[in-house]
């Protein structure tokens, strides 16, 4: 596994580097020689952070944990990409119909719970033509995260969608 360290507004030490690439190691057993991991330390107001994203064959692990040590935080960040990884491989040898042999887990101590919840609501509507500032309007005035219209400029559906730093993020969907 190729790793990559960044740092944001945080120095990353050699100590740090040697730890975190050695229980990043341990995960080899799940992936390739291609994997790479990519992460990424930072601290703002003397909360650190640790985002650990790992890119196999075109799948993307991803995991963050916020504290007040980033030594400690590798050993949070670790358990949740494991779960992850171990819900994706055992939904696609469900479909293979192959059972998974049991490789031990590095950092997890029990099987992840595997079921999806159930969908318990389902709503239809029809999509107007709207701008996207009169979709920031709606988001707004229903209180809702995300808005799903059709963009009266490209014609294309989109969802606008309110980011956890107060800001709007934008799909296009491609049909």
Do not use: W
């Not at 100590?15 to 703002?44: G, I, N, P, W």
């Not at 949070?76 to 293979?96: G, H, Y």
């Amino acid at each position: 596994m190729k790793i990559t360290f960044v740092e944001k507004k945080y120095k990353i030490g050699n100590r740090f580097k040697d730890v975190m690439s050695e229980k990043l190691s341990r995960l080899d057993k799940y992936f390739t020689d291609e994997t790479t991991a990519r992460v990424v330390c930072s601290a703002q107001n003397k909360i650190e952070k640790v985002e650990v994203n790992i890119n196999c064959k075109g799948v993307l692990y991803r995991a963050e944990v916020s504290g007040n040590n980033n030594y400690d935080n590798i050993d949070l960040v670790l358990p949740k990409l494991e779960k992850q990884i171990v819900r994706t491989r055992e939904k696609a040898t469900q479909k293979k119909r192959n059972a998974p042999k049991n490789v031990g887990y590095e950092f997890l101590e029990e099987k992840p719970e595997t079921k999806l919840a159930d969908i318990y609501k389902t709503k239809k509507f029809d999509l107007d033509p709207i701008m996207v500032e009169e979709a920031k309007d709606a988001i707004e005035r229903i209180g809702h995260s995300f808005y799903i219209f059709l963009n009266a400029e490209t014609g294309k559906v989109n969802v606008l969608y309110k980011r956890s730093d107060n800001k709007y993020g934008l799909i296009e969907v491609n049909f």
